[in-house]
């Protein structure tokens, strides 16, 4: 992306990533990691990054795929192309790496990372959080952020093809 030179370093492979959460860690900074779709960037998902962010000193983000969020959403999902959401994600203040994912779920990328703090939006819990248990295992922490009313993709989609 030389184009957006700011975003591209914070767009990895777990190759890439894992270097600079080792960096983190020696710097005794917390990891925090957060996956969605994001489909169509909205308030709910600026205030849920925000909060994530604000549990710890490194936010990692991860990213379902194309392919991943039509498994997820459906056939006429994603909206925006998995290159265009890494770029917007990176573009936020709040945000310090993104990183793509094609699995069912991310609990691979998360076993790999052993993020501090593991944040989901409201409309998950404990229970249902993939990786809960896990980060808890290791002396993690889990964070449900309280969902936002009146802001989902899914609620913009509707209110778009109404128009």
Not at 29 to 55: E, P, Y
Not at 76 to 105: C, M, S, Y
Not at 140 to 150: F, N, T
């Amino acid at each position: 992306m030389k184009n957006y030179p700011h975003t591209a370093s914070k767009m990895h492979s777990l190759e890439t990533l894992l270097p600079e959460v080792e960096r983190e860690r020696f710097l005794s900074r917390r990891i925090v990691f957060t996956n969605g779709c994001f489909d169509i960037l909205h308030r709910g998902h600026i205030d849920c990054l925000g909060k994530a962010a604000s549990f710890g000193d490194y936010l990692i983000v991860g990213v379902n795929t194309d392919a991943g969020t039509r498994r997820l959403k459906g056939p006429q999902r994603p909206v925006n192309k998995e290159g265009d959401r890494l770029l917007l994600l990176a573009a936020l203040e709040v945000v310090d790496a993104v990183i793509l994912f094609d699995e069912p779920t991310p609990i691979e990328l998360i076993k790999a990372i052993r993020p501090d703090v593991l944040a989901k939006g409201g409309d998950y819990n404990i229970d249902t959080i993939v990786g809960a248990k896990e980060v808890m295992g290791w002396g993690g922490s889990v964070e449900v952020i309280p969902y936002e009313q009146g802001y989902s993709t899914t609620g913009l989609i509707e209110k778009i093809t109404r128009l």
